[in-house]
């Protein structure tokens, strides 16, 4: 039986195990997705436990996708974001992934949102963030990063190609979305129910509008984007693509998407 897992703290709220597991059931793999929560001064600890145990692969979240950089051999996408969430026990050594920057981009690409060439607006710079701009980066898109703390937006631009730093400001949020065709909310604001990181007069119908939050599906940036008349994704889209991404990954099958899909809508 193959073991896969997910490495985070805290990890009890992670809609990957059902997710996950209603892919094996539809591929007939027999495997198993746990969750572990082990403290930050473990981290390599567990990663050598895990390879020793004979576990296949896991997802890493928060707040460990930095940490177990040192643990890894990680691919050049996963070196360039900084960030790996994705481990692979099958080789020599564990190797470290990242796709939460594919998980984007599918997400944006099944509701026929065209990323190449476009003038993306990503609101901030941490983790996810991060690969959010690469991706969208590498997919051909020019990116503007706006963050709270507007130093790390011009940090993060620094290393990502074609893309600026910004602030949050409201005018001059207000004129990058002015000329933009996608938006991806990377911040956690909107988890609250009525926050939103974009005012909704900055909104309009030439948009598409990603929100990596996923709790609640429907947040006041999508209403407020839908009322503008702009195509939107909620967070469940990247949350399941990355998983597709990493099953795929680790298992070398096409991942049954529409089950993953439902079992993971089910739950919300
Ligand atoms: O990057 C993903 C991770 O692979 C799984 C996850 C979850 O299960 O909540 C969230 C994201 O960090």
């Known amino acids: 039986m193959d073991v896969f897992g997910l490495l985070g703290n805290p990890v009890g709220h992670s809609l990957s195990p059902p997710m996950h597991e209603a892919a094996y059931d ?42 177990v950089l040192e643990s890894v051999e990680a691919d050049e996408l996963a070196t360039r974001i900084g960030a790996v969430n994705t481990i692979d026990f099958t080789g020599e050594t564990p190797t470290g992934h990242n796709t939460d920057a594919v998980g984007a981009l599918r ?34 898109a020019t990116v503007a990063i706006a963050n709270r703390t507007e130093s790390t937006a011009h940090d993060l631009a620094a290393d990502v190609p074609n893309a ?32 939103t990181p974009v005012p909704a007069e900055a909104l309009h119908g030439e948009l598409a509008v990603l929100d990596a939050v996923y709790r609640p599906l429907e947040t006041r940036l999508l209403r407020d984007a839908a009322d ?41």
């Open 164 to 195: 600026t730093g910004h602030g949050l400001e409201t005018d001059e949020l207000a004129d990058l979305l002015a000329d933009a065709d996608v938006l991806v909310n990377a911040t956690s604001v909107g988890m609250e129910e009525h926050a």
């Open 26 to 67: 539809e591929l007939g793999l027999e495997a198993r997705y746990v969750t572990f929560e082990p403290e930050p001064a473990d981290i390599a600890a567990a990663i050598d436990g895990a390879e020793a145990l004979g576990i296949t692969g896991l997802n890493v979240t928060i707040p460990f996708k930095r940490d």
């Open 228 to 268: 503008a008349g702009a195509t939107t994704v909620d967070g469940a889209w990247m949350l399941l693509y990355q998983g597709v991404e990493a099953l795929e990954l680790w298992t070398g099958r096409d991942a049954p998407v529409d089950a993953m899909n439902e079992t993971l809508r089910a739950h919300l």
């Open 107 to 140: 997400a944006l690409r099944d509701h026929d949102v065209t990323v190449e060439d476009a003038r993306a607006v990503v609101v901030g710079a941490g983790g996810a963030g991060r690969a959010i701009a690469f991706g969208l980066a590498d997919a051909g």
